[in-house]
């Protein structure tokens, strides 16, 4: 950005030029519609120029928020027939009039037809430029514009789920609710030290407890973060167990795929084999690991039993699984004991159930379930378990309040030291402590935009897709 460019909307503190911008919101190639959106202060104007109404009403007469078929037009030459959805300035996504122009969805019209509206003087948006605008001007706070990112990007129902929430204002609301309770705080603080004089009655017992409710809460919210990241960016599930137990068949089964090579021979997967699944709306990697045995035949394979440890160390969830068709023998128990470390993330998974079943020979203390990847037995039930262990796991939360957002995640961290700072030092340092409790709001206030800077506003907005 240059030094000519000028402020405007109601968020001090970023420029940009209050010009018209348009872009294609839908996916470029053939498709039954294609949309362009136009955004600005020229918006009507630019109408007024390409798009004739079938009923020649005049385009700033439309009513905002209503439907006109008409042509879209450049000079004498009928481009295509379209439907026009005009939204007025302030009742539209960026609060500046927009047209949102549906036409047929071939990539040779679309491109007429944004040719045409850049021929006229507007600018191609810029990625992210139409969320940006909505949060310049007031519509939504930054929580909500990254939720509109999260929503798109979402792989699975729970991120989905929870970007939804965020952009109808339920994780800015407790943000705000904890921003008021520091505002409070910091006030009475400053009248008891401004003037010690009067007769102005000050709790410090009261101001530390609210101080120290605002850490808890803080500290509620940051303690989410690592489920909303999972629910966000994936858990990992590491399938392991002895050579040919069914760990290929079974990555196979849970990902309805041929993704692993199946073989009847021992020690057949030497790499990682990784594929993307979806379990009770959270996506998944699984990982298919080489067979584990006591003593590696050579070199490759020791190398191959490396990574598979390193994977299940790493691993949020590990599928133990064993031939149930056997009575388990001493390789299995020595990798039980190599997984011991990892109970609580395991669940084992007794396969070949088609050729009989044999109860282990004691209990292991893991979760267990039978299944056959030869027939599907089980492998319903195995999701289920898989779900539910997310859960109580305390891997996933229920709450759909959850910051996902690695940049919202920091600033709370910096908020709670702050927080604790200024209530360890508030009986003995009050001024030093209102600072810090100052502190601690300028961090809320950068999750929600309040406060932030050009360059981080820039950083966050260019993620975004063009069209949105």
Same mark, same amino acid.
């Given at each position: 950005?240059?030094?000519?460019? /000028?402020?405007?909307?109601?968020? +001090? *503190?970023?420029?940009?030029?209050?010009?018209?911008? @348009? =872009?294609? $919101? !839908? &996916?470029?190639?053939?498709?039954?519609?294609?949309?362009?959106?136009?955004?600005?202060?020229?918006?009507?104007?630019?109408?007024?120029?390409?798009?004739?109404?079938?009923?020649?009403?005049?385009?700033?007469?439309?009513?905002?928020?209503?439907?006109?078929?008409?042509?879209?037009?450049?000079?004498?030459?009928?481009?295509?027939?379209?439907?026009?959805?005009?939204?007025?300035?302030?009742?539209?996504?960026?609060?500046?009039?927009?047209?949102?122009?549906?036409?047929?969805?071939?990539?040779?019209?679309?491109?007429?037809?944004?040719?045409?509206?850049?021929?006229?003087?507007?600018?191609?948006?810029?990625?992210?430029?139409?969320?940006?605008?909505?949060?310049?001007?007031?519509?939504?706070?930054? /929580?909500?514009?990254?939720?509109? +990112? *999260?929503?798109?990007?979402?792989?699975?129902?729970? @991120? =989905?789920? $929870? !970007? &939804?929430?965020?952009?109808?204002?339920?994780?800015?609301?407790?943000?705000?609710?904890?921003?008021?309770?520091?505002?409070?705080?910091?006030?009475?603080?400053?009248?008891?030290?401004?003037?010690?004089?009067?007769?102005?009655?000050?709790?410090?017992?009261?101001?530390?407890?609210?101080?120290?409710?605002?850490?808890?809460?803080?500290?509620?919210?940051?303690?989410?973060?690592?489920?909303?990241?999972?629910?966000?960016?994936?858990?990992?599930?590491?399938?392991?167990?002895?050579?040919?137990?069914?760990?290929?068949?079974?990555?196979?089964?849970?990902?309805?795929?041929?993704?692993?090579?199946?073989?009847?021979?021992?020690?057949?997967?030497?790499?990682?084999?990784?594929?993307?699944?979806?379990?009770?709306?959270?996506?998944?990697?699984?990982?298919?690991?080489?067979?584990?045995?006591?003593?590696?035949?050579?070199?490759?394979?020791?190398?191959?039993?490396?990574?598979?440890?390193?994977?299940?160390?790493?691993?949020?969830?590990?599928?133990?699984?064993?031939?149930?068709?056997?009575?388990?023998?001493?390789?299995?128990?020595?990798?039980?004991?190599?997984?011991?470390?990892?109970?609580?993330?395991?669940?084992?998974?007794?396969?070949?159930?088609?050729?009989?079943?044999?109860?282990?020979?004691?209990?292991?203390?893991?979760?267990?379930?039978?299944?056959?990847?030869?027939?599907?037995?089980?492998?319903?039930?195995?999701?289920?378990?898989?779900?539910?262990?997310?859960?109580?796991?305390?891997?996933?939360?229920?709450?759909?309040?959850?910051?996902?957002?690695?940049?919202?995640?920091?600033?709370?961290?910096?908020?709670?030291?702050?927080?604790?700072?200024?209530?360890?030092?508030?009986?003995?340092?009050?001024?030093?402590?209102?600072?810090?409790?100052?502190?601690?709001?300028?961090?809320?206030?950068?999750?929600?935009?309040?406060?932030?800077?050009?360059?981080?506003?820039?950083?966050?907005?260019?993620?975004?897709?063009?069209?949105?």
């Amino acid at each position: 950005m240059t030094g000519a460019e /000028v402020l405007t909307g109601s968020a +001090a *503190g970023v420029k940009y030029y209050p010009d018209t911008i @348009a =872009a294609p $919101i !839908s &996916a470029w190639g053939h498709s039954s519609v294609g949309l362009i959106r136009i955004s600005g202060k020229d918006t009507i104007k630019i109408l007024e120029k390409i798009f004739k109404p079938a009923d020649r009403k005049k385009i700033k007469r439309i009513p905002s928020h209503t439907i006109t078929y008409g042509h879209i037009h450049d000079g004498g030459e009928v481009i295509d027939e379209v439907l026009v959805f005009l939204m007025k300035s302030p009742r539209s996504y960026t609060r500046e009039d927009v047209a949102e122009i549906s036409s047929h969805g071939g990539p040779v019209v679309i491109k007429k037809i944004y040719q045409l509206i850049l021929k006229h003087g507007v600018r191609s948006a810029k990625p992210g430029e139409f969320t940006k605008r909505a949060f310049l001007n007031g519509r939504i706070d930054l /929580v909500q514009a990254e939720a509109v +990112a *999260g929503i798109i990007n979402a792989r699975g129902e729970k @991120a =989905a789920k $929870i !970007s &939804a929430s965020q952009m109808g204002g339920k994780l800015s609301e407790k943000i705000n609710k904890l921003r008021s309770l520091l505002i409070s705080s910091a006030a009475e603080l400053n009248a008891a030290i401004d003037f010690p004089e009067d007769d102005i009655t000050v709790s410090l017992p009261k101001i530390k407890k609210n101080i120290a409710h605002a850490g808890s809460e803080s500290q509620k919210l940051l303690s989410g973060y690592d489920s909303g990241k999972l629910a966000s960016e994936g858990v990992k599930i590491v399938i392991a167990g002895k050579p040919n137990v069914g760990k290929s068949s079974l990555i196979n089964a849970l990902s309805s795929s041929e993704r692993a090579i199946v073989t009847s021979i021992p020690g057949t997967t030497r790499d990682i084999i990784r594929e993307s699944i979806e379990i009770g709306g959270i996506p998944a990697e699984l990982y298919d690991t080489a067979g584990i045995r006591k003593k590696p035949n050579g070199v490759i394979e020791k190398m191959g039993m490396d990574k598979t440890m390193d994977a299940v160390a790493d691993a949020n969830i590990i599928i133990f699984v064993f031939d149930a068709s056997k009575k388990t023998d001493e390789k299995d128990r020595n990798i039980a004991r190599l997984l011991e470390p990892f109970r609580r993330k395991i669940i084992m998974a007794g396969n070949k159930t088609d050729l009989g079943k044999k109860q282990p020979e004691k209990k292991t203390g893991f979760g267990l379930v039978y299944i056959s990847c030869l027939t599907g037995y089980g492998i319903n039930g195995l999701k289920k378990r898989l779900a539910g262990h997310l859960v109580s796991g305390s891997f996933i939360s229920d709450d759909d309040t959850l910051v996902t957002s690695a940049r919202q995640a920091e600033c709370l961290k910096n908020c709670l030291l702050n927080i604790k700072e200024a209530e360890k030092i508030l009986t003995k340092r009050p001024a030093e402590s209102v600072w810090l409790v100052e502190k601690a709001l300028g961090e809320l206030d950068k999750i929600t935009g309040r406060e932030f800077r050009e360059e981080m506003i820039n950083e966050i907005f260019s993620k975004f897709c063009i069209g949105k």
